[in-house]
């Protein structure tokens, strides 16, 4: 069987994609506090919509990555266990995290509304009393999210322009 070298056209794409929604829902994150009124719905409508297709593209990469080889780890084996502890934060946080949001948004008494395209079922009655654990909960979340992806990044450019390894290169180039 061929070594793989590179991570597959797939996997990279999901991999940018992802990145890019996490680009936007920490702005618009941070668009919530800045705005109000009709402009702070409309924001938090998309932050909605982009946690929803975060959370299924969770899935949908947990599903490609298991039936798909990527390269060989690069490091020690202690570094390649970090590593995957990492990836497997990240897919907990990608799945954590949306479901927060949607348990919030429920218990706040408000839908979750996709792009217009559809909304989700409501499963839990409003409660006032939990509406405030709810936001500590997806907040604290966020922060970690910022931290956890914060130290990916640093990891991987850390191995570019510091070990001068390959990690880089192989997700982001064909």
């Not at 069987?1 to 890019?20: K, Q």
């Not at 996490?22 to 109000?36: G, K, N, P, Q, S």
């Not at 929803?52 to 798909?68: D, E, K, P, S, Y």
């Not at 604290?140 to 390959?166: E, N, P, Q, R, S």
Request: charge should be positive; charged fraction near 15%; proline fraction near 5%.
């Amino acid at each position: 069987m061929e070594e793989v070298r590179r991570w597959s056209a797939p996997t990279r794409g999901l991999h940018s994609l992802m990145l890019l929604m996490f680009i936007a829902m920490y702005v618009l994150a941070e668009l919530m506090d800045w705005t109000h009124g009709a402009s702070k719905g409309e924001v938090v409508e998309i932050h909605k919509s982009i946690g929803v297709l975060i959370f299924l593209l969770a899935f949908v990469r947990l599903g490609w990555n298991v039936t798909h080889a990527g390269p060989q780890p690069i490091g020690t084996p202690q570094q390649a266990k970090l590593a995957k502890g990492v990836h497997h934060l990240l897919y907990l946080l990608m799945i954590l995290m949306p479901i927060t949001g949607y348990v919030m948004s429920q218990l706040h008494g408000k839908a979750v509304d996709v792009f217009g395209l559809w909304t989700l079922p409501t499963l839990i009655a409003p409660n006032p009393g939990l509406k405030e654990l709810s936001e500590n909960i997806h907040s604290a979340l966020g922060t970690v999210i910022l931290i956890v992806v914060g130290g990916h990044a640093a990891m991987a450019l850390y191995h570019h322009f510091m070990l001068k390894d390959d990690t880089l290169r192989r997700m982001f180039r064909g």
